[in-house]
């Protein structure tokens, strides 16, 4: 039997702490997506999802 494997699941709109948090800012940039999958891989992980949202 094969190991489970496991994913992450990153927003291209930025992170979602700024609407809970007064501290956090938000970060919607390439480099911060890239430093997630990156760390993820490191630590893993081996599927990367992205989501995308359409806010009206």
Same mark, same amino acid.
């Given at each position: 039997m094969s190991?489970? $494997?496991y994913g992450i699941w990153i927003f291209v709109y930025g992170n979602c702490g700024v609407m809970t948090h007064p501290l956090e !800012? $938000?970060?919607a940039s390439?480099? $911060?997506a890239?430093?997630?999958i990156q760390l993820a891989q490191r630590c893993g !992980?081996?599927?990367t999802l992205i989501a995308n949202? =359409? =806010?009206n």
């Open positions: 190991e489970p $494997r !800012f $938000r970060d390439y480099s $911060r890239k430093n997630l !992980f081996t599927t949202a =359409v =806010v």
